[in-house]
Nanobody, 121 residues
Framework: QVQLVESGGGLVQPGGSLRLSCAAS????????MTWYRQAPGLQRESVAT???????NYADSVKDRFTISRDNAKNMVYLQMNSLKPEDTAIYFC???????????????WGQGTQVTVSS
């Protein structure tokens, strides 16, 4: 059974920083695309940042130049460094990954349970 567990959320003042982490555990042969999503109250879940196995990245326009996604393939981890946080960044942040459990199984998409980020003075 594969699990994704996020950590690092919390309350931060506008202009502050947070670093989110997501750990993948369980039976894992390889991990493909990894993505951070977020969902604010009353809004749809949106993609924030994506990173490929080769570490190519893509960001939502709203977070470009403020957020940085990275991954550690050896540790099965993905991170989201969030700087210059704004109140509109307040949301639950979810980790998402395409994971292959064995050489014989297809890539399967998994979600973490989410971590709350609140930006407020």
């Amino acid at each position: 059974q594969v699990q994704l567990v996020e950590s690092g959320g919390g309350l931060v003042q506008p202009g502050g920083s947070l670093r989110l982490s997501c750990a993948a555990s369980g039976r894992i042969f390889s991990i493909g695309m990894m993505t951070w999503y977020r969902q604010a109250p009353g809004l749809q879940r949106e993609s924030v940042a994506t990173i490929t196995v080769g570490r190519r990245t893509n960001y939502a326009d709203s977070v470009k130049d403020r957020f940085t996604i990275s991954r550690d393939n050896a540790k099965n981890m993905v991170y989201l460094q969030m700087n210059s946080l704004k109140p509109e960044d307040t949301a639950i942040y979810f980790c998402n990954a395409d994971i292959r459990a064995t050489t014989l199984t297809p890539l399967t998409n998994y979600w973490g349970q989410g971590t709350q980020v609140t930006v407020s003075s």
